[in-house]
């Protein structure tokens, strides 16, 4: 890179990744709790896609039932933590809370949640959960991300040997790797992996499936195998100039920066996001936070039609990330290394089978902006080269995996699979409910007569 951002004072870093959200002290939790009117039929319970007892948690927590109110946490969901810090409980559960209809500020269910685990990690992960006697039958499990602990952990009660195999060193998935800092730490991920680890489950890190060990393997060793090897890289621009030093793809930046290491971070002074997702606006805000000068987010449509949440848009614009909106690269401009991004002016027309509006490019309209560095985020591909090197596994269209929605099975009966490599990139609290409920369709599956090996 030309033009490196200026190193920062270790105690700015600090500030700058500062968490957004502080957590309830125990009054204020007790308060909180109190407001809820316990609504009988929980709208909020029916938003979150893990389907919490939300009311029935906060109740425990108003009367100081702490454990217990973990404990009806976990029975729907086995990453709480990270959903409580990162879900987009905005548009989830307290975009439901009925206090919005009356104008009022709605619960405040993931910080109420996040007090609950909060204390029982603080307790020492104290045993609320009953164990099933070991049944004698594996299950092999790629993947240590929310689908794959959910689904470990899952299983390990009802009885099953788990091993988890993580390609990474250090476990947990996106939830370890993919959240900016200034939402979730990565110590609370590694939290939930050793909470699930306690329920006897291996976790087995820098073993990567296809290279390490062969599918073939897995499937001699195991009963039944799930997949939550979520999504692969950034699929390319296709524009001039995309090998160049500088170009670095958004979820590469991020793991960078949740390294903590943040000061051997390279960021230019002057950088280009190119999509409007809500991984472009976490690369973009990190790198803002890391230094650069000026940071822009290019994408081909308006405003209407970014991808990204409205808190997320909000926070982009209060960290100062300026938006080319109606705007799309075309080629990255630079002998060396990155100088500039060239970009065409686009215009609106009919609506896509999406229904999103198709842009078209303005002829004539290019333009340069200088910049130092390009972060592409214009979302991932699947791990469609691995997948398909699996017996039987039948991709979608888009390289997703198939399956029945009801027990998660692929066309591969001993395979189970759940998570972004099923829905193309959705929330962590999607990947915790797959993973919860293919345990269940794996464990019916082996309960059969003629299940398994
Ligand atoms: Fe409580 Fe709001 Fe849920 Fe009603 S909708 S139970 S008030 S959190």
Not at 27 to 44: F, G, K, V
Request: charged letters at 25%; one cysteine or more; aromatic letters at 8%.
């Amino acid at each position: 890179m030309k033009n490196i951002a200026p190193k920062l004072p270790v105690e700015e870093y600090e500030k700058n990744f500062a968490e957004l959200h502080p957590p309830l002290t125990s009054n204020s939790a007790i308060t909180e709790a109190n407001r809820c009117l316990y609504c009988y039929d929980s709208p909020c319970m029916k938003a979150c896609p893990t389907h919490i007892d939300i009311s029935t948690f906060i109740k425990k927590i108003s009367t100081g039932n702490l454990l217990g109110s973990a404990k009806t946490i976990y029975e729907s969901n086995w990453v709480p933590l990270t959903c409580a810090k990162a879900c987009p409980v905005e548009v989830l559960c307290e975009g439901a809370c009925v206090y919005n209809l009356t104008g009022e500020k709605p619960i405040e269910i993931g910080r109420l949640q996040r007090f609950a685990i909060e204390n029982y990690f603080s307790k020492g992960m104290p045993v609320i959960f009953h164990k099933s006697p070991v049944n004698g039958k594996s299950v092999g499990v790629i993947g240590s991300g929310p689908a794959g602990l959910a689904c470990g952990a899952e299983l390990s009660l009802l009885g099953y040997k788990v091993t988890i195999y993580e390609s990474n060193k250090i476990p947990g998935g996106l939830n370890t790797w993919g959240i900016a800092p200034y939402k979730m730490r990565r110590e609370d991920s590694l939290k939930e992996v050793e909470m699930v680890k306690s329920f006897c489950v291996e976790i087995k890190t820098g073993t990567m499936i296809g290279r390490d060990i062969k599918v073939a393997e897995l499937l001699n060793q195991h009963d039944a195998i799930f997949l939550g090897v979520g999504l692969g890289e950034s699929p390319p621009l296709s524009i001039p100039g995309e090998k160049l030093p500088g170009v670095i793809g958004a979820l590469e930046f991020i793991e960078k920066v949740k390294s903590e290491n943040w000061e051997d971070v390279h960021v230019g002074k002057r950088v280009a996001v190119i999509g409007a997702g809500n991984t472009s606006i976490d690369a973009a805000t990190e790198a803002k936070r890391l230094g650069a000068e000026q940071v822009f987010i290019i994408y081909r449509r308006s405003d209407v039609e970014m991808p990204a949440y409205k808190f997320e848009y909000d926070l982009a614009k209060k960290d100062g990330i300026v938006f080319h909106f109606l705007t799309s690269p075309k080629r990255i401009v630079g002998k060396y290394f990155v100088e500039g991004i060239e970009c065409l002016k686009m215009k609106l027309g009919a609506a896509d089978n999406y229904g999103r509006r198709r842009s078209s490019p303005i002829p004539g309209s290019e333009f340069i902006i200088p910049v130092d560095m390009v972060i592409k985020a214009i979302g991932q591909e699947t791990k469609s080269s691995f997948l398909s090197s699996i017996p039987n596994l039948t991709l979608d269209n888009e390289g997703c995996v198939v399956v029945n929605p009801k027990n998660f099975q692929t066309t591969n009966p001993r395979i189970f699979a759940g998570g972004d490599c099923i829905n193309g990139g959705k929330e962590v609290v999607n990947a915790a409910y797959d993973g919860k409920n293919a345990a269940h369709g794996i464990d019916k599956f082996l309960s059969l007569p003629y299940g398994g090996k």
